[in-house]
Structure formats: C-alpha cells, structure tokens
C-alpha cells in the first residue's frame, strides 16, 4: 500500500464547478441515510401510539432538529435534480462537456428553488409546529 | 496474454460473478424514487403532523399503506447500495472495509424492517 506511484489525481486538476457538484452528490446522500433513522423514529414513534407520537414531534419540532429536518430537505432537493442528471446520462444524454456544465447550474438553481418552495410549505403556515 | 475468453471479457462479469447488477439496482430505486418521494413530501405538506389520529388514518387508509412500504424498501435498497460504494471508494483497510460494508447493510436491513413493522402495526390496529 505504502510510497507506490500513484496516476494523476484530485490535486492535479484545475478545480471546476462541476467537481464540486459531483461530491455534493455522494456528500448529500450519504446525509440522508442518516436521515432515514429520523424517518424510521418517525415511523415507530406512531406506531407506538398517541402518547410516545406526542413526544417524538415535540422533539422533531424542536429548533435544533428543524436545523437538521431543514437540511435533509435541502439534501434532498439537490440529490434528486442531480440523480436526474445522472439517470440522463446513464441514458447517453448531456455528456459532452458544455452540455454537463450547463445542466450543473440548471440543477443547482432548480433544487434551490424547490427548497425554499417545499421548505416553505413545510414549516411556514404551520401553526401546530410552532 | 489475457486467460480470459472474448465471451467472457464481453459479458464483463467480474469475479464475483455480479456484473453490473449493483448498477442496475442503484439506478431502478432511484427510477422508483422519483415518484414516490415527491408523492411522500406532497402528502407531507397536506398533512396535520402533529395530529397523531389524522396521520394513522392517513397511513392506513386506501393505498397508501402500499406506497409507504415500497418508499421505505426502495429509499433503504438505494440507500444501501449508495453508501456501499461511497466505503468501497473510501475505506483501504481491508478489515475496516469488511466490517463497514457488513455495518451498512445490517443497519439498513434493521431500519426498512422496523420501519415496515411500525406501518403494518398502524394500519392493522384499524382493522382490529
């Protein structure tokens, strides 16, 4: 494993944009596997009955987990405009080198405009949570 | 010289004989996961979360008991599979790797299977 030669890798290359949007993708995913443990808690919360439900969405209601609910959203939105991205070019299509480009910013400026859409809907006219 | 036939090398099937079912399994859940997480969140959006009858009437009634299970299973299969590759890439140390890959699939195998549990449990108390 140790001092072998190694072939050109991350720190040779000019940083581009979509490099960045391509470890977003792994980084937003891996965020919401943890996610899933809230969904889960969520879940078992209800089925435990009213008392323990009571708890669970005082609990999910409370700032801190909002921060967290906030950012599985957040994590979603993107991970979902850009795993579009990759199904299309799964599928042969937008690889050359502009088209991959522009379809990186349509897909950041499309998640975040159904972030703060769904994020609004969510949290905003909901008196129960506050 | 490469021992390997042209039929083999053309079917690509690696060692483990697997081929690229890895791959076609993380694309598939995310296929199904489009439509069933933006279902989820509008549903989500409509309703009273903090209401503990409306939200057990809600899993329950109709289909949607259906659509919840094959979220949780497709969101855990996708999940897995997802994580899977981000420790294969990441992870050198072949023990570690071991017990990180064996880690992710038994954590996931637990929360798809409490998660089923506590929706059949909401929708069959209805029934009861």
Known sequence: ?130 | MSLRSPLGVVLGRGSAGEGVAHWWAQRLSALALVPLTVWFLVALVRLPLTDHAAVTIWIASGWNLVWLVLLLGALCWHSRLGVQVVIEDYVHAPALKLAALLLNSAAHAVLVAAGVYALLRIALKGLS
């Open chain 1, 1 to 130: 494993m140790h001092n072998r030669p190694l072939s050109p890798h991350l720190t040779i290359y000019r940083f581009m944009y979509t490099m960045a949007l391509s470890i977003l993708h792994r980084v937003t995913g891996v965020w919401m596997a943890l996610g899933l443990c809230a969904l889960v808690y969520w879940l078992t919360s209800a089925a435990a009955g009213e008392l323990e439900y009571a708890r669970a969405t005082a609990l999910l209601g409370s700032a801190a987990a909002r921060i967290l609910l906030l950012l599985w959203l957040a994590a979603y939105c993107y991970h979902f405009v850009n795993g579009l991205r990759h199904l299309a070019w799964d599928a042969g299509l937008g690889l050359e080198r502009r088209a991959a480009r522009i379809s990186g910013r349509f897909a950041v400026a499309l998640a975040l405009l159904a972030f703060l859409g769904t994020a609004y809907l969510l949290f905003c006219p909901r008196a129960g949570w506050s």
